[in-house]
C-alpha cells in the first residue's frame, strides 16, 4: 500500500512473530528486550477495544493465506478497518467527554439555582456527609420522621395486617422450576421477586402480598404461565399458622397485557404498559374491597405500598401510585444510562441503533418518572448510587444532601424532592442448606439414622466431563453473554499452566438444545468459549453441560465445595452478585469482580479475593491463591460461613418492612368513616352546594380557582373568613354532593329532566353504559365544536336515553371551556364532567343552575398534590421563561410569559409567542428534575401553552381516578383524538379503554411538538391496537357511528 509503509511493516511484523508469549503485560518496551509481541499488543489494544471479533478473524485468515496477493488485499482491507476503528474511538472519547462536561455544567447550574431558592444559607450540616440512606421528602416543613429500626418495626408491625404490592413484568415467571437463563429476560431479576414475594408473605404483620406480572398463554412456552394466579406457598409455614387467613399469603397474579398468543421480549412491551396499569388496578381495587371485607372493617385496606422492580415496572408502578395515592417504591435492577454508556463506548453501535435494538431512550424516561414518583428507590450496593443513578437528572448527591441537612433542621425545601436511597442487599433461603463437610478423597461414611445419599444425577453429568474429577473445580454460573465475561476467564484457565494442573474448571451457562437455536449474542459467546476450549487444549478439564434444572443448582454448588473448590464472577460490572451470596451460603471461598455489588459483598464476608475483570493474570493468580493454599481456602470458607446470616430473606424483609414503615401513609382520601357508597336521604344537594355558594366557591365568583392577583400561586383558593371552620364546611359540602345525596327540597331545574336528574345520584357517570371522552386537541374553539357536534349527532339516540356520558379533557381553564360551551350553544349537563387543565382539574357540572355551573372535585386535588412544588416551583419556571427570552431573541423581545389569570393551584401555565423557537419539552423537563422539582410540563395547543402539573396528574391519570373514585370501567370508555394533539397525547390512546383517532384534525402539532422527543410514538402507543379505530377524514357522524360500531360500542 503505496504511502503507508509503516502500516505495511506493523503487519508484517505481527505475521512474522507469530503467536505471542504468555505475559500478558508486554509493552512497547519490551521490544529492546526481544519480548515485544506486535500481534498481542494489536488485538488487545486495537480489537478488544471495540469488541471488534470479525477484525481478529481477518488477521487470523490473512497469517493462513499463501497467495501474496490474496493476502495483500485483506492486509488493505484490514489497514482501513484499523483506520477506521481509530477515528471511531477517537470520535467516543470525544463525544463522551463534551456529555461528562455538559452534564457537569448543568448540574452545577442546577445546584446554584436551587441553592440561590433556599433562602437560608449552607449551614456545616448542609454541606453534608458521604452519601448514606437518604431520607425522604415528604411535607417540605414538617419535622424529620424518627429513624424506624428493624428490631423496633416487628414490635410495630404485630397486628397490623399488610397488603404489599410487588411489580415485575418481563419473562417467564413461576414458584417453582423457573426456567432461569432461559432467556435474557428470565434472568436473577425473576428468582429474585418470588423469593421476596415469599418470604415478605411469611413475614408477622403482612397479611397479603401480591406479584403482579405478565399472563402468557403460548405454545411456545409452559402452560403454567397462563395461569392466573398461583400461591407461593411459604418455606417455614409452621411458624405463620396464627397469620393464615382467607386471602393471606403470598401470591403470582398474572395481568393479561399485550399480544395474547405470544411471548415477547421486554423491550416491545413498552407500548402495552397501560394496558397491564388498567389491569392491575382492577385487581388492586377489587382485592382491596374483599381484604376490606375480610380485615378492614368494611372499608377497603389499600396497598401499603406498591414496588416496581426494571424500568418497565417502573413506568406502570408510577401511573399505579399516581391513580391510587399510595406510596411507591422502585428497585433498577440494571439502569439504562449505564447500559447506553457501556455500548457507546464498545462503539459497535451508534446512539440510534442503541435505541431502536434496546428502546434505551424509553426505558431511561421511564427510569426518570420512577425517581419523580418513588418514596423509596431499593439497591443492592453503593456503587449503584454512586455510579449508575448519579447519571440521571432526577438525582443529584450533593444536592440530596443540602435538601436532607435542612430537612433534619425542619427547613423548608422550596418544593424540591429527591427519593431516599437505601441500599438493602437481596437475600436467600438458608435453613436448607447443609454445607458441604465431606470431600472427594474420602466420603462421608452412612449409619443407619443417616444413610449416605446417592450422588445428584447432576453430579455425574458435570464429571463425565473431567479426566480427574477429583481435583478442585473452579465454578462459574452466568449466562452467555457478553458482560459476563466468560472468555477471558477460559483464557485465564487456558494460559496459567499451574492453575491447569491444580484444578477443572466448570462452565455453567444456562440450557441450550443447539447453538443454532440460541440469540446471536449468546451463540457466539459460547462459541468463543468452545474455540478456546479447543486452542489450549483443555478437554478433559473444563465442563460445560447443556442442561440443567434451577432445583439441581444447589447440588452444583455442593459439588464446587466437595472438591475444595472455588466460585468465581468474572462479570465486568455486576449490579449485585446473588450467586456470591449462594456460593457463600454453600461454603465455597468466592473470586469475583471489583466493579459493582461485589464490593460489598465482600466487605461483610470477607471469604475471598476481589479482582480487575479486564485483568487476565490478576483473575489466574487469585484463583490460583485459593486453590493451592489450603489454609486460606478453610479460612475463606469460615468467614463466609459464619457472616451469611446477614444475608438471608427475614433480615431483608425487616429492613425492607421498617423502610416502608417510615413512609408517610396515603391512600385515597375520600375513604372516610361518614363516606358509605350508599347516600342518605336526610340531606339535599341543593342544600350542600348552597352551602358552598355561601363560601364564595359559586363559579360566578371564581369560575375554577383561578386567582386575580399577578402573584396568586402561593395560596389555595382564598375562602371568605378563610376558617377552619368555613374550611370544614367546604368538605362536608363536597363530601356531601359527591356521595350521591337524592335532592328531597327540590325537583330539578326548569330544564327538561334527563338521566342527570331523573335518578338523584351524583355524578351521572356512574349510571353510563359507556363514556365517551372528548380529548381532541384542537388549537381554535370552531375544530373542537364541529368535532364535539359530529360525535354528539352519532350517537344522538343513545345521548338521549342516557346509556352514554360524555366527558370532556382538554389543557382549558374551567373558564375557557364555558366560554366554549356558551359560545356552541351547549349546556354544561351535555357533559358528566370536565378535565381541565391538561390534568390538573376536575369538575362536574352543577345541576342546581342557581348555585353555578360547576362542582369542583378537592378530593382530585388531594390525589394528585404529590411532591407538588408550589412556589419553590414557580419561581424557577418564571427564571426559565426570563433565560429562554435572553438566550433566544435577539430583541429582548418576550417569547415565554407567565399567564397569571390562567394558572390555578395546580397548575402554572405560560404563553409562548414563538412556538418554534422555545426548547424542546424534554429539556424542560431535564431542567425540573436537575433541581429536584417534581411535576409534569405540557405543550399544549401547537406549543402556544405550556401548562406545569403535578407530577402524578394527566388527563390520562384522571380517566383512572374516575374508575377508583366513582367505579366507571375503563374498558367502556372511548377516547376521541385527532391525528396529534398536546406532548400528553401518547397517554390518551393505550389502556384497556377505546380510541377513535379522528384523521385530519389536529395535524398542525405533529411536527413542532414531537419531533423533539427522546423515543419514537411507536415506543409508547400500541401499532396496529384491536382498541383503537381511525376514522376517515373530513369524516361524518355516519363515519364516526361506523367506527364506534367496529370496536362493538354500538350494535350494527
Not at 421498617?658 to 341543593?686: F, L, M, V, Y
Not at 398542525?1004 to 381511525?1030: E, G, M
Amino acid at each position: 500500500m503505496a504511502g503507508n509503509d509503516w502500516i505495511n511493516s506493523y503487519l508484517e511484523a505481527i505475521l512474522d512473530v507469530g503467536p505471542g508469549l504468555d505475559d500478558a503485560r508486554s509493552s512497547l518496551l519490551l521490544r529492546e528486550r526481544g519480548r515485544f509481541t506486535p500481534s498481542r499488543y494489536f488485538v488487545e489494544e486495537v480489537i478488544t477495544g471495540f469488541d471488534e471479533t470479525d477484525l481478529h478473524r481477518s488477521w487470523v485468515r490473512a497469517v493462513a493465506t499463501r497467495s501474496p496477493q490474496e493476502r495483500n488485499t485483506r492486509l488493505e482491507n484490514m489497514c482501513w478497518r484499523i483506520w477506521n476503528l481509530a477515528r471511531q474511538k477517537k470520535q467516543l472519547e470525544g463525544e463522551e467527554a463534551q456529555r461528562n462536561a455538559k452534564r457537569r455544567i448543568e448540574r452545577e447550574r442546577g445546584r446554584r439555582e436551587a441553592t440561590a431558592d433556599m433562602s437560608e444559607d449552607l449551614s456545616e450540616g448542609e454541606k453534608g456527609d458521604a452519601v448514606t440512606d437518604m431520607s425522604a421528602h415528604g411535607e417540605s416543613t414538617r419535622a424529620r420522621l424518627p429513624r424506624i429500626h428493624s428490631v423496633d418495626v416487628m414490635e410495630t408491625l404485630k397486628g397490623k395486617k399488610l397488603y404489599i404490592v410487588l411489580v415485575s413484568l418481563h419473562g417467564l415467571i413461576r414458584s417453582e422450576n423457573m426456567e432461569l437463563g432461559r432467556d435474557s429476560d428470565t434472568g436473577g431479576q425473576v428468582k429474585y421477586v418470588v423469593e421476596l414475594a415469599r418470604a415478605l408473605g411469611s413475614m408477622p404483620g403482612v397479611y397479603r402480598v401480591d406479584l403482579l406480572t405478565r399472563q402468557v398463554s403460548s405454545p411456545d412456552v409452559d402452560w403454567s404461565y397462563g395461569e392466573p394466579t398461583e400461591m407461593l406457598t411459604p418455606r417455614n409455614s409452621d411458624d405463620f399458622m396464627d397469620e393464615i387467613g382467607e386471602s393471606s399469603g403470598a401470591y403470582i397474579v398474572r395481568i393479561p397485557f399485550g399480544p395474547r398468543d405470544k411471548y415477547i421480549p421486554k423491550e416491545l412491551l413498552w407500548p402495552h404498559i397501560p394496558e397491564f396499569v388498567d389491569g392491575a388496578l382492577n385487581h388492586i381495587i377489587q382485592m382491596s374491597n374483599v381484604l376490606g371485607e375480610q380485615i378492614g372493617g368494611g372499608k377497603p385496606v389499600w396497598p401499603a405500598a406498591i414496588h416496581g422492580h426494571y424500568a418497565d415496572a417502573g413506568d406502570a408502578v408510577a401511573l399505579l401510585s399516581g391513580a391510587l395515592n399510595v406510596p411507591m417504591l422502585f428497585t433498577g435492577h440494571s439502569l439504562g444510562r449505564d447500559k447506553l454508556e457501556q455500548l457507546l463506548k464498545q462503539g459497535r453501535l451508534s446512539r440510534d441503533e442503541i435505541n431502536t435494538t434496546y428502546k434505551i431512550m424509553r426505558r431511561i424516561e421511564a427510569e426518570e418518572l420512577s425517581l419523580d414518583s418513588s418514596e423509596i428507590v431499593i439497591t443492592s450496593t453503593r456503587q449503584e448510587i454512586d455510579e449508575q443513578w448519579r447519571l440521571y437528572d432526577g438525582f443529584d448527591p450533593i444536592l440530596e444532601r443540602k435538601l436532607r441537612a435542612r430537612i433534619k433542621r425542619n427547613v423548608s425545601c422550596y418544593g424540591r424532592f429527591m427519593p431516599r436511597m437505601v441500599i438493602i442487599p437481596p437475600g436467600m433461603e438458608f435453613h436448607h442448606i447443609v454445607p458441604q463437610e465431606g470431600d472427594m478423597d474420602g466420603e462421608l461414611e452412612g449409619n443407619e439414622d443417616h444413610p449416605a445419599s446417592p450422588d445428584p444425577p447432576i453430579w455425574s453429568e458435570i464429571m463425565r466431563f473431567f479426566t480427574n474429577p477429583r481435583k478442585p473445580m473452579i465454578l462459574a454460573l452466568a449466562r452467555p453473554d457478553p458482560k459476563k465475561n466468560i472468555t477471558t476467564l477460559v483464557k485465564a484457565f487456558g494460559e496459567c499452566r499451574p492453575l491447569r494442573e491444580l484444578a477443572n474448571l466448570t462452565l455453567i451457562m444456562g440450557n441450550r438444545d443447539g447453538i443454532d437455536e440460541m440469540s446471536s449474542t449468546s451463540a457466539s459467546v459460547l462459541l468463543s468459549a468452545l474455540k478456546l476450549i479447543d486452542k489450549y487444549d483443555l478437554y478433559g478439564q473444563v465442563a460445560y453441560p447443556k442442561h440443567h434444572k434451577q432445583a439441581d443448582v444447589p447440588d452444583i454448588y455442593r459439588l464446587a465445595a466437595k472438591t475444595k473448590g472455588v466460585f468465581i464472577n468474572p462479570a465486568f460490572i455486576e449490579p449485585f452478585g446473588l450467586t456470591l451470596i449462594e456460593a457463600a451460603a454453600h461454603g465455597l471461598p468466592i473470586v469475583a469482580t471489583k466493579n459493582g455489588g461485589p464490593v460489598d459483598i465482600h466487605r461483610v464476608l470477607d471469604n475471598g479475593v476481589l479482582v480487575d475483570p479486564h485483568d487476565q493474570q490478576s483473575i489466574a493468580d487469585a484463583l490460583l491463591k485459593l486453590v493451592a493454599d489450603k489454609q486460606l481456602w478453610a479460612r475463606c470458607r469460615q468467614n463466609g460461613l459464619k457472616n451469611i446470616h446477614l444475608f438471608s430473606w427475614p433480615e431483608h424483609c425487616k429492613t425492607y418492612l421498617s423502610r416502608i414503615a417510615g413512609c408517610k401513609p396515603r391512600h385515597p382520601q375520600w375513604q372516610r368513616s361518614d363516606d358509605g357508597n350508599e347516600s342518605s336521604e336526610s340531606e339535599s344537594p341543593s342544600d350542600s352546594l348552597r352551602d358552598i355558594q355561601d363560601i364564595s366557591l359559586n363559579l360566578k365568583f371564581s369560575l375554577d380557582g383561578e386567582k386575580s392577583g399577578a402573584s396568586g400561586n402561593e395560596y389555595p383558593i382564598e375562602i371568605e373568613g378563610n376558617s377552619a371552620d368555613r374550611k370544614s364546611k367546604i368538605e362536608n359540602a363536597v363530601l356531601s354532593w359527591s356521595r350521591g345525596i337524592k335532592d328531597t327540597k327540590k325537583t330539578g331545574s326548569t330544564e327538561k329532566a334527563d338521566s342527570n336528574t331523573s335518578s338523584g345520584k351524583f355524578p351521572a357517570l356512574r349510571r353510563r353504559k359507556h363514556v365517551f371522552v372528548l380529548a381532541i386537541d384542537c388549537v381554535m374553539d370552531s375544530g373542537l365544536l364541529e368535532s364535539t357536534r359530529k360525535i354528539f349527532e352519532a350517537v344522538g339516540k343513545e345521548k338521549t336515553d342516557g346509556s352514554i356520558g360524555f366527558v370532556l379533557s382538554t389543557s382549558l381553564t374551567i373558564s375557557e371551556i364555558h366560554s366554549f360551551l356558551r359560545l356552541g350553544g351547549l349546556s354544561p349537563n351535555d357533559f358528566d364532567a370536565f378535565i381541565c387543565n391538561s390534568g390538573s382539574d376536575l369538575y362536574y357540572p352543577n345541576l342546581n343552575s342557581e348555585d353555578g355551573p360547576f362542582v369542583v372535585d378537592f378530593y382530585y386535588h388531594s390525589h394528585i398534590e404529590y411532591r407538588w412544588g408550589g412556589e419553590g416551583l414557580r419561581k424557577t419556571l418564571v427564571r426559565w421563561a426570563a433565560n429562554v427570552t435572553g438566550k433566544k431573541s435577539e430583541s429582548k423581545e418576550q417569547i415565554v410569559t407567565a399567564a397569571e389569570q390562567l394558572s390555578t393551584d395546580y397548575c402554572y401555565t405560560f404563553r409562548a409567542q414563538k412556538p418554534t423557537i422555545v426548547p424542546p419539552v424534554k429539556e424542560l423537563r431535564k431542567l425540573l428534575r436537575i433541581q429536584a422539582l417534581r411535576c409534569h410540563a405540557i405543550y399544549c395547543q401547537n406549543g402556544t401553552r405550556i401548562n406545569i402539573i403535578p407530577v402524578l396528574a394527566s388527563r390520562a391519570q384522571a380517566l383512572r381516578y374516575l374508575y377508583v373514585r366513582w367505579g366507571v370501567d375503563l374498558s367502556k370508555m372511548v377516547v376521541f383524538v385527532g391525528e396529534c394533539g398536546d406532548t400528553d397525547y401518547e397517554g390518551l390512546l393505550g389502556g384497556l379503554h377505546k380510541g377513535v383517532v379522528l384523521k385530519g384534525v389536529c395535524t398542525s402539532a405533529s411536527s413542532l411538538l414531537h419531533s423533539n422527543r427522546n423515543y419514537p410514538l411507536s415506543d409508547v402507543i400500541p401499532v396496529d391496537s384491536p382498541n383503537v379505530v381511525h376514522a376517515p377524514e373530513d369524516c361524518t357522524s355516519s363515519d364516526i357511528r361506523s367506527s364506534l360500531e367496529k370496536l362493538g360500542i354500538l350494535r350494527v
